[in-house]
C-alpha cells in the first residue's frame, strides 16, 4: 500500500478535497471556503492554492500584510487526508498567532497518526523555503496539537496572552536545519 505523502493542492482530489471541506466545516473550520463556489471553480481555487502569494487575514485584512504562504496536502491512496500552510516569513501577528507553520488533519482521518505525518513530512520544505527555525502557536488547550510539535522536536518558547480579539497561544519553535 502506498505511503502518505505531501504533494502541492491537484485537481485529482476534488471529491475528496470537497467532502474534507465538508468535515471542517462542520467543526467550524475553514468558514472562509465557500463550498459550492469551489465545487464550481475548482481549477482556479487549486491555481490560487498554489500561486504561493499568501492569503489575506480575513477580516483584518486592512492592517495584516499578507505573507507568502507554501501549502500542501497530505494524500493517500488518491485520497486528501490533511493540509499543512507554510508561511515564508511571519509578520507582527503571526509573531504572535499563526507562526509559520499551520496544520490541519479532516475530522475523519484523525487520530491514526497523519498529524505527525503531516508535520515532520513538511519540515525539510521548511528548510527549502529558507526558514530555519519555525514558529509554531497553539492553543495552550490542544494537546493532540502539543503532542505533535513535540514528537517533531518543537522547544516551548511563552504564552501569548489573550486580547480582546485574539485568544491565548502558546509559541513553540521547530528546528528546520
Ligand atoms: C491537531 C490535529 C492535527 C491532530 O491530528 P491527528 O491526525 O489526530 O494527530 P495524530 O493521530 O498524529 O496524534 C497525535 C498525538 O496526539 C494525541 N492525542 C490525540 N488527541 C488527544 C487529546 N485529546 N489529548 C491528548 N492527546 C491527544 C495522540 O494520542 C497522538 O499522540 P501519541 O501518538 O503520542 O499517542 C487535528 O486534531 C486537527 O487537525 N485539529 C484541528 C486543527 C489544529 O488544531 N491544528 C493544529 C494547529 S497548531
Known amino acids: ?3 502518505a505523502k505531501l504533494i502541492r493542492p491537484s485537481t485529482e482530489y476534488k471529491e475528496s478535497f470537497l467532502s474534507a471541506l465538508d468535515e471542517y466545516h462542520k467543526e467550524g473550520r475553514f468558514s472562509f471556503y465557500n ?17 504561493e502569494k499568501g492569503h489575506r487575514y480575513r477580516p483584518y485584512e486592512s492592517w495584516v500584510e499578507p505573507v507568502p504562504e507554501t501549502i500542501l496536502w497530505l494524500v493517500k491512496d488518491m485520497e ?20 509559520h507553520i499551520y496544520f490541519a488533519i479532516r475530522p475523519s482521518m484523525r487520530n491514526k497518526g497523519f498529524g505527525k505525518k503531516i508535520l515532520k513530512k ?13 514558529l509554531i502557536t497553539v492553543d495552550p488547550d490542544n494537546k493532540a496539537a502539543q ?10 518558547d511563552d504564552i501569548t496572552p489573550a486580547t480582546n480579539q485574539f485568544p491565548s497561544q502558546k509559541r513553540y519553535w521547530l528546528d528546520c536545519t
Not at 503532542?147 to 516551548?156: D, M, N, S
Open 147 to 156: 503532542r505533535i510539535i513535540e514528537f517533531c522536536g518543537g522547544k516551548e
Open 80 to 99: 486528501y487526508i490533511g493540509s499543512i500552510y507554510i508561511r515564508h516569513r511571519i509578520n507582527w501577528h503571526l509573531e504572535k498567532w499563526g507562526g
Open 35 to 51: 463550498n459550492n463556489e469551489i465545487y464550481s471553480n475548482f481549477e482556479e481555487f487549486i491555481e490560487n492554492l498554489r500561486n
Open 122 to 134: 513538511s519540515i525539510p520544505y521548511a528548510n527549502y523555503i529558507g526558514i530555519d527555525k519555525a
Open 1 to 3: 500500500m502506498p505511503a
